[in-house]
């Protein structure tokens, strides 16, 4: 592919020039509708130089038009903003039998070592928060923590379940 001539390229650039001087023009606007409900000369304003008999004022050439209309009018009674009525419905004369579970089994006891591993996570997330908040502790208390944290990560690792039962896919419903 060759580069476009010098002449090709003007006229590109001619051609673009154009559209970007014709970029705020737009294509023709529907006229809007006018509401059902109000009578339009009766509700514009009266020309202050009763130079128009119909008692409106012609629009002058570049300057924007008010809507003087109210701003409801046209919304009231268009269908996308009416509701339905609603229908009555009558009761059901037999209700429904509705699903109720089955209580749930008591939890079991949790272990002495998954117990005391819990405690050392809650311990060390205590001393991070109160450092936080800028309160001094010792240094042993900080060693402490972050022992209790790794060693009570461990101990729940290390007791969670080998392996799955091959048809146990881990939804329950």
Known sequence: MSAPRDDDREAI????????????????????????????DSALPPNPAGTNPAG??????????????PSTAWADNHPLF???????????????????PDP???LARPRLPILLAWAAIAYA???VLLAAFGLRLPSWMGWLALAGFLGGFGVLVFNLPR??????????V
């Open 13 to 40: 650039d001619r051609a673009f020039a154009e559209l970007i001087a014709g970029y705020h023009l737009t294509a023709d606007r529907p006229d809007p509708l006018p509401p059902l409900h109000v009578d339009r």
């Open 56 to 69: 409106t004022n012609p629009p002058t050439a570049g300057a924007p038009t008010a809507n003087p209309l």
């Open 82 to 100: 009416v509701t339905p009525e609603p229908s009555p419905v009558a009761p059901d004369a037999e209700p429904d039998e509705r699903y109720v």
């Open 104 to 106: 749930q089994p008591p």
């Open 125 to 127: 997330a205590i001393v």
């Open 163 to 172: 392996s799955r039962p091959p048809d146990d896919d881990g939804a329950v």
